[in-house]
């Protein structure tokens, strides 16, 4: 299990969950754009859902519990980057949501050329969006 850090607190996501959104994400913010996220909490945290506003200047850790890089599933990628850019912002869901088919593809098949800057040394940041 690993998490991701905002503002001082930690939100805890499988590493597979938290491998794509941390594509998601990172391509929205090196893009300049702001937006919201949400997801359900778990039990102990009170079964509710939260919401986070995330922009350019905002200090976020992605913290992995694993060393290896999980595969990622394009259309679950494609389905969180979709509601990223809605305007009810990015909803985390679940890859076995109804709205996610599930094609799981290996970070090298997955990614296109990194644009110039991007770390390509198979690191899920190396993933650059169609």
């Known amino acids: 299990m690993g998490y991701l850090s905002y503002d001082n607190h930690d939100i805890d ?4 969950t938290l491998a794509h959104l941390h594509i998601v994400i990172i391509n929205k913010l090196r893009h ?3 937006f919201a ?9 009170g079964s509710g859902r939260s919401s986070i506003w995330i922009h350019p ?3 976020l850790r992605f913290h992995f519990n ?4 999980p595969s990622l599933n394009r259309d679950w990628l494609e389905t969180l980057a979709d509601s990223a850019d809605s305007s009810r912002g990015l909803v985390v869901e679940d890859e076995d949501s ?3 088919t599930s094609h799981h593809v290996p ?11 991007d770390d390509a040394d198979g690191d ?3 993933y650059v969006m169609a």
């Open 107 to 117: 970070v090298e098949a997955a990614a296109t050329p990194p644009a110039v800057g």
């Open 57 to 59: 200047a905002t200090n």
């Open 32 to 34: 300049g754009q702001s």
């Open 98 to 100: 109804p709205h996610v």
């Open 124 to 126: 899920p940041a190396a």
């Open 37 to 45: 996220m949400s997801w359900k909490d778990t039990a102990a945290a």
């Open 66 to 69: 694993g060393s290896r890089t």
């Open 13 to 16: 996501f499988d590493d597979r």
